[in-house]
């Protein structure tokens, strides 16, 4: 292995996942090799071979990492199992091998993960680019423990853990992996394959909140990349013809900056047709900057809808969760500020935080559609990650944290069984404390409910006209569903059942998502597994019925004045503008009220007022016609799930109001 005899051979392995024939760039392991390059003082006697980027057999990455001198590996929560064992094997055919691990999976208690792995030669603790060339520089006598940043086990079985370095203050110093031409070769010997973009424009994040790692490990400090090079790199997007990129940004439109970028990028699609969306993540109480550049990208049509990620909204889960310095009244005021001009958004509450009980999670629900969230409500399982605080073992027994292994599945996902695969684990939290398995599972099967009828647009017509008209609170209807008697209303409590049945599952380590061979072979959230399965058996005229009368019961029981005609006229709206397969006909319905402005005008966040006056309404069914299951479900349920595009184009048409829902 001496420097002198032969260039250092060295393998690099970062293992993302893969959707519909899309790969990401390896940009961890681009920033590491194109750092040794620019820093080394003998760069020459390196010798990079072409990485490992995505799953495959175990065997494969083995044999293509065989013959190298050092291998080195990037680990999150979706690869730290494959890449562990590609690295056990290759430690068996391969002793001299020196293996490196790094990124965020590696633990910051980083004995027992060395000790239960013992074919890791070296783990490094922090950044990375310094430390692995250091290591580098380093061979062949290998004096690790002047290193800073890294752990290891010594000859003599003694743990040695050596202080983090400071961060890198100008990042500047990290070259670009675009830019350099790191990634080069790896797109010139897979010609066939479709790049998804990673893009690092900060590094840091301010908030500590107690479920992510990322304020955690970046010591709350945010450095940034110059701008001239984030303006090259976006043209190196929009050359290379990249669709997508993720940026990886803890809270983009922090910066004044983040608007000029949001703008920039915007124009070279304009002009280039690349890149066609730009995803990001969006920063937290910067009301005004957050608003400018989320409009930015959708003016642009750059997002698929704005993310705004409350996660509880119950000010005592915020403290558990150190999330209290995080004003929910921006999100709110954001959410009406886009629904007023027309972009849509979407919300994130994690299920299971600490503190959080069955009723501050409805009321949640509540408050966030009762404030216009009517587009989505993404519903996610809470697990842990290995550095976030809420892995430590004091924070999990001080609130009841109940944990279950489940393997990671991705929303529709496909089932790719490889004969010589790993399946990455997670930690699921399946209760807690203050919310008991029972309650966990009523929450969760709420929350696949409230998607179905509201999110999925489902029911979602009637739901607001009834909350406008009577005040009876979303929470109730939503409720109302989840207690039906199955004497009365037979195919709602089929829903209802499995609902809670899926919800069981994954209390048991079952996937989160449910899976249909039959449907394009992928993973489907429960509500729209749901929704297809009611397309398939033919069931929305017996689902609206029943759902009908269960509203008029309720509004009977809260005393509400609720025409029956104007709920009727409601649901028949609904039932019509649903997209479904095979439907080749235009709709028209006549109406005793305007029920259409009012449900368009309540989503926008305007006043509604209904107007009872006899009305014809004409439903564009035929240009968005789907001749086959699978069609349908892909561009209808799967593509549509962001912005829940599930309603045809709808007019009226004495008023000639159209638009696309």
């Known amino acids: 292995m001496a420097q002198s005899a032969r260039p250092v051979s060295i393998g690099l392995v970062q293992i993302n996942n ?8 390896p940009y961890s392991i681009g920033c590491l090799e194109g750092y040794v390059r620019r820093h080394s003082a003998k760069p020459q006697n390196y010798e990079f071979r072409l990485p490992v980027y995505k799953r495959m057999p175990v065997r494969d990455a083995v044999s293509g990492l065989l013959g190298c001198d050092v291998a080195g590996f990037s680990i999150y929560v979706w690869n730290a199992r494959i890449s562990l064992e590609i690295a056990r094997r290759l430690k068996a055919a391969q002793p001299n091998t020196l293996i490196i691990f790094g990124g965020p999976h590696v633990p910051d208690q980083t004995e027992p993960f060395l000790r239960e792995n013992p074919f890791i030669d070296i783990a490094v603790n922090g950044e990375g680019e310094k430390t692995f060339l250091a290591l580098l520089e380093a061979l062949p006598a290998r004096p690790w423990q002047d290193i800073p940043g890294v752990s290891f086990i010594s000859a003599d079985g003694k743990f040695i853990q050596t202080a983090k370095p400071p961060r890198i203050k100008n990042l500047d110093e990290v070259p670009s992996p675009f ?20 893009w690092e424009t900060n590094r840091g994040c301010p908030f500590q909140c107690t479920y992510c790692d990322w304020g955690s490990a970046t010591a ?88 705004l990620s409350m996660q509880t909204l119950s000010s005592d889960v915020l403290k558990n969760i150190k999330r209290d310095n995080i004003s929910l009244e921006t999100y709110l005021e954001l959410q009406r500020r886009f629904a007023r001009d027309g972009v849509e958004t979407f919300s994130d509450l994690i299920i299971g935080l600490p503190g959080e009980t069955y009723d ?37 027994r001080e609130h009841g944290l109940d944990l279950v292994e489940s393997e990671i599945i991705n929303i529709h996902g496909s089932r790719v069984e490889l ?37 999925d647009k489902l029911f979602q ?32 409590a089929d829903i209802r059942d499995f609902f809670l049945s899926e919800a069981a599952s994954i209390q048991r380590g079952g996937a989160e998502y449910t899976y249909s061979e039959e449907w394009l072979g992928i993973y489907w959230p429960a509500d729209e597994y749901k929704f297809i399965d009611l397309t398939v058996r033919n069931q929305f005229g017996r689902f609206y019925q029943e759902s009908c009368e269960l509203m008029k019961q309720l509004a009977a029981r809260q005393s509400a004045d609720l025409p029956a005609d104007v709920l009727e ?93």
């Open 18 to 25: 893969s959707f519909s024939g899309q790969s990401y760039l």
């Open 360 to 396: 501050s999670f409805m009321d949640g629900i509540d408050l966030l559609i009762n404030s216009g969230q009517h587009n989505r409500v993404q519903f996610n399982d809470l697990s842990i990650l290995p550095n976030a605080e809420m892995a430590n073992p004091e924070y999990i």
């Open 461 to 492: 017509i009637p739901l607001i006209l009834i909350h406008e008209i009577t005040g009876i609170r979303y929470r109730t209807m939503i409720e109302t569903f989840m207690e039906v008697d199955a004497r009365d209303f037979p195919l709602l």
């Open 179 to 198: 830019l350099d031409g790191v990634f080069d070769p790896l797109m010139a010997a897979n010609p066939d394959e479709t790049w998804i973009g990673l």
């Open 569 to 661: 006229n409601a649901v028949q709206l609904n039932h019509a503008l649903l997209k479904q397969p095979f439907i080749t006909d235009d709709a028209t319905l006549t109406l005793s009220a305007d029920v259409l402005t009012f449900w368009t005008d309540a989503r926008q966040g305007a006043t509604p007022r209904l107007v009872r006056k006899p009305l014809t309404v004409q439903v564009s069914r035929a240009k968005a016609h789907y001749a086959n299951l699978n069609d349908w479900c892909r561009e209808v349920v799967w593509w549509g799930n962001k912005k829940g595009a599930y309603l045809y184009t709808n007019q009226i048409v004495e008023m000639q109001l159209a638009g696309h829902f």
């Open 419 to 455: 004969d010589d695969d790993v399946p990455e684990i997670q930690q699921l939290v399946v209760a807690t404390g203050s919310m008991p398995r029972e309650d966990w599972r009523r929450v969760r099967a709420a929350a696949w409910m409230t998607a179905f009828l509201h999110f």
């Open 220 to 307: 709350a400090k945010v450095t940034k990349f110059e701008m001239d090079r984030l303006l090259r790199e976006a043209e190196w997007f929009s050359q290379n013809r990249i669709e997508f990129i993720f940026c990886c940004d803890a809270n983009f439109g922090m910066l004044s900056r983040d608007a000029t970028l949001a703008e920039y990028v915007g124009k070279l699609k304009q002009e280039s047709g690349y890149p066609k969306a730009l995803s990001v993540q969006n920063t937290k109480n910067a009301t005004e900057k957050a608003y400018r550049t989320q409009k930015i990208l959708s003016d642009a049509g750059l997002n698929k809808g704005v993310a």
